[in-house]
């Protein structure tokens, strides 16, 4: 799927973005009723796979609600089949740049000369 694709699929699916007063810099998308989405203000965020930023979260919407019970996903996947996910609580969400780099370091310490252990196409850069 291409990134605007992404962006097309996730707009019909959870509604028009909002900002978040409770996590500055964050947009939600919370007119799903079984799930919200959320990314960055500017939408610019990529993750490592190049793709926008979306984490995908259980609970109330945080515009109606200041809960951050649930939890969350960040899904990441290469060009080569390659997915990682993250999960997380939600009250980490307000951390989740430095979730999403602590998940591609720890993916960096199996690289071994230059790529993924086992064949993989991957290339951390």
């Known amino acids: 799927i291409s990134a605007s694709a992404l962006e097309a699929v996730v707009a019909s699916r959870y509604g028009t973005p909002r900002p978040v007063s409770a996590i500055p810099g964050v947009q939600e998308y919370g007119e799903n009723p079984r ?3 959320y990314r960055d203000n500017a939408g610019s965020q990529r993750f490592a796979d190049c793709m926008p930023a979306f984490i995908f979260c259980r609970g109330k919407p ?3 609600s200041n809960s951050l019970e649930g939890g969350c996903l960040m899904q990441l996947t290469w060009p080569n089949g390659l997915e990682v996910d993250v999960r997380f609580n939600r009250v980490h969400l307000p951390k989740w740049r430095q979730l999403h780099d602590e998940a591609m370091n720890l993916l960096r310490s ?4 230059g790529n993924l252990p086992s064949g993989s196409l991957l290339k951390l850069e």
């Open 35 to 37: 799930e919200l989405a």
């Open 62 to 64: 945080l515009a109606v």
């Open 110 to 113: 199996f690289i071994v000369d």
